[in-house]
């Protein structure tokens, strides 16, 4: 009844994300489909409980706890990183502290593009971002870089372990 008088025909996404009871998920999952829900995200804990809810409605199961494990493993695996996001298999973004040997030098100087084949997508500061960074730009020792690039380039670039 409460389902059925939110509308959810009117809805672009529902999304069930309840982690404590599969049931109860795996119901109202069901539910928003016969209701007409246009697009349902589900969270699952387990594959089966994915192919459960996939069967049963969900357009896209996501695993929430898995993919932040795997995300907070890779930025752990390379040093000096201090967030990770992966794009696709081969491009990721890291963020960065600049090298010592860096500081007071310009993009340009430095040539990360030409000696890493990365590109500085931002420089944040202060926990302030500041996107579309020029090649006169300055580095500063309180400054980290979001870097973009390949995977095999990023690992290079911070000497992954």
Not at 29 to 52: C, E, S, V, Y
Not at 101 to 119: D, H, P, Q, Y
Not at 132 to 137: E, G, L, R
């Amino acid at each position: 009844t409460v389902l059925d008088s939110l509308g959810v025909r009117n809805f672009d996404i529902c999304v069930v994300a309840i982690s404590s009871n599969f049931e109860a998920s795996l119901e109202i999952t069901m539910q928003l489909k016969d209701l007409g829900a246009p697009f349902i995200i589900a969270k699952a804990g387990r594959d089966i409980h994915a192919k459960f809810l996939s069967r049963n409605g969900a357009d896209e199961v996501i695993y929430p706890e898995r993919m932040s494990a795997e995300r907070l493993a890779k930025r752990l695996n390379a040093r000096n990183v201090f967030d990770y996001i992966e794009l696709s298999e081969d491009y990721s973004i890291l963020e960065v502290p600049i090298r010592e040997n860096w500081e007071g030098k310009t993009i340009a100087e430095v040539g990360v593009r030409s000696k890493f084949g990365l590109n500085i997508l931002a420089v944040k500061r202060d926990g302030k971002m500041q996107p579309i960074v020029t090649a006169d730009h300055l580095f500063s020792a309180e400054e980290h870089l979001l870097v973009f690039g390949r995977v095999t380039d990023l690992n290079r670039f911070t000497g992954k372990r």
